[in-house]
């Protein structure tokens, strides 16, 4: 369907151009074209346009000035790796239960899933054990200080009650300190909280975040300390890893201010340049720089490419032409069309470098003062083709 739409594009214009042209015989009707040795050794052929077809095209001037340097580099979303946590089971055993999903909002301490520990089950048995040993051994030394008072025992009875109430407090808290290697918090809490103490040792969130990934399933073996869980991000803010390139390099440092833009949507976010690689990817030939960028609701995702623009000073004395004037060839090669008399123009090869405010800066092809065809190049652009 595009393809037929462009077929009448060309038919009308076509047609267009045949109404404008003078009657056949006159000599301005004919495109006359020659060869001609152009700056650069650059060889182009010049044709003349009809007079009262020059009506439809806007000549502008080639004018040097400082121009602000702008740069864009492409870029994806990445997760603040200094806000981010990977969750790991302090304890091994068969996951029983999953708590929490990829996308909710979690509180440091929350527990996301529990796992079936016998590592937990020991511990908490020898806490529970040690727990009511110590209280016994309290009770009994409270017993014999009341006794010791009264005269009814030996100061030595006294001392090997103190000494079993010492003896279980350090047992007592030894295995409280094991509770807390298998990642209960509070060793207090598996007397009472059911769920606790039901042999199901909850993992709990080490940081407050959202969870961005869950990494194990119902069922699934954990090691100890080995099997990660869950990826906690604190997305408030991301990275955007800024692919900068060579060329570029002089122009980019820490802590430069950087737009961001993406097609999800409208308007931009800001960020700061905060690390700048130490060598170039071998393969895409391209700096990494990483930007901390701000992330109002959450909008920028992990993976989510962008644009990142740079303000970088201004490039002295640059050469630009309106952005109407450069065109592009079947071969992608820039060009322009350069006035060379009244109604007579000639195809030039330009290079550029991306400008702004509806002006693009030429870096060669093009001298100050030359005038370009404008608007209406690409109006040349067909014309001259059908001479071709």
Not at 230 to 235: N, Q, R, V
Not at 256 to 273: K, L, N, R, W
Not at 298 to 323: I, R, S
């Given at each position: 369907m595009q393809k037929l739409s462009l077929n009448r594009g060309v038919l009308a214009a076509a047609l267009f151009l045949a109404s404008c042209g003078n009657p056949p015989g006159s000599n301005e009707a004919k495109m006359t074209s020659y060869n001609g040795t152009e700056s650069k050794a650059d060889t182009a052929d010049l044709f003349s346009v009809p007079q009262d077809q020059m009506a439809h095209v806007k000549i502008s001037t080639v004018e040097k000035s400082n121009f602000p340097r702008v740069l864009r580099f492409t870029g994806s979303v990445a997760y603040n790796a200094f806000k981010t946590t990977p969750v790991f089971s302090p304890v091994g055993g068969p996951v029983q239960e999953i708590l929490v999903t990829p996308g909710q909002v979690?509180?440091?301490?929350?527990?996301?899933?529990?796992?079936?520990?016998?590592?937990?089950?020991?511990?908490?048995?020898?806490?529970?054990?040690?727990?009511?040993?110590?209280?016994?051994?309290?009770?009994?030394?409270?017993?014999?200080?009341?006794?010791?008072?009264?005269?009814?025992?030996?100061?030595?009875?006294?001392?090997?009650?103190?000494?079993?109430?010492?003896?279980?407090?350090?047992?007592?808290?030894?295995?409280?300190?094991?509770l807390r290697a298998v990642g209960i918090k509070d060793p207090e809490s598996v007397l009472k909280n059911s769920a606790v103490s039901s042999g199901a040792t909850p993992v709990?969130?080490?940081?407050?975040?959202?969870?961005?990934?869950?990494?194990?399933?119902?069922?699934?073996?954990?090691?100890?300390?080995?099997?990660?869980?869950?990826?906690?991000?604190?997305?408030?803010?991301?990275?955007?890893?800024?692919?900068?390139?060579?060329?570029?390099?002089?122009?980019?440092?820490?802590?430069?201010?950087?737009?961001?833009?993406?097609?999800?949507?409208?308007?931009?976010?800001?960020?700061?340049?905060?690390?700048?690689?130490?060598?170039?990817?071998?393969?895409?030939?391209?700096?990494?720089?990483?930007?901390?960028?701000?992330?109002?609701?959450?909008?920028?995702?992990?993976?989510?490419?962008?644009?990142?623009?740079?303000?970088?000073?201004?490039?002295?004395?640059?050469?630009?032409?309106?952005?109407?004037?450069?065109?592009?060839?079947?071969?992608?090669?820039?060009?322009?069309?350069v006035l060379q008399d009244q109604n007579k123009f000639a195809r030039r090869l330009v290079s550029i470098t991306e400008g702004g405010n509806g002006r693009t800066i030429i870096t060669s092809g093009l001298k100050e003062g030359e005038r370009v065809a404008g608007d209406g190049a690409l109006f040349l652009q067909f014309k001259n083709s059908l001479q071709r």
């Open positions: 979690v509180k440091a301490g929350q527990a996301l899933l529990t796992v079936s520990s016998p590592d937990y089950s020991t511990a908490r048995s020898a806490f529970i054990k040690a727990k009511s040993v110590f209280a016994l051994a309290d009770k009994n030394y409270e017993r014999a200080k009341d006794l010791y008072e009264h005269k009814a025992i030996a100061e030595r009875d006294l001392q090997q009650a103190e000494s079993d109430r010492a003896a279980a407090q350090a047992d007592m808290v030894s295995s409280a300190d094991a709990p969130a080490p940081v407050g975040g959202e969870i961005t990934d869950r990494l194990v399933g119902p069922g699934q073996l954990l090691q100890a300390g080995a099997t990660q869980c869950f990826t906690i991000s604190d997305m408030s803010t991301v990275w955007v890893l800024m692919n900068v390139y060579q060329n570029d390099l002089a122009y980019v440092h820490n802590g430069d201010s950087v737009e961001i833009t993406t097609d999800a949507y409208p308007g931009s976010f800001h960020g700061t340049v905060s690390y700048i690689a130490a060598a170039l990817d071998p393969t895409t030939r391209t700096l990494q720089a990483r930007i901390v960028t701000q992330n109002p609701g959450e909008k920028l995702k992990n993976n989510m490419y962008v644009t990142a623009t740079v303000q970088a000073g201004a490039v002295k004395d640059a050469l630009t032409v309106p952005d109407s004037s450069v065109l592009r060839d079947t071969e992608n090669q820039t060009f322009v069309y």
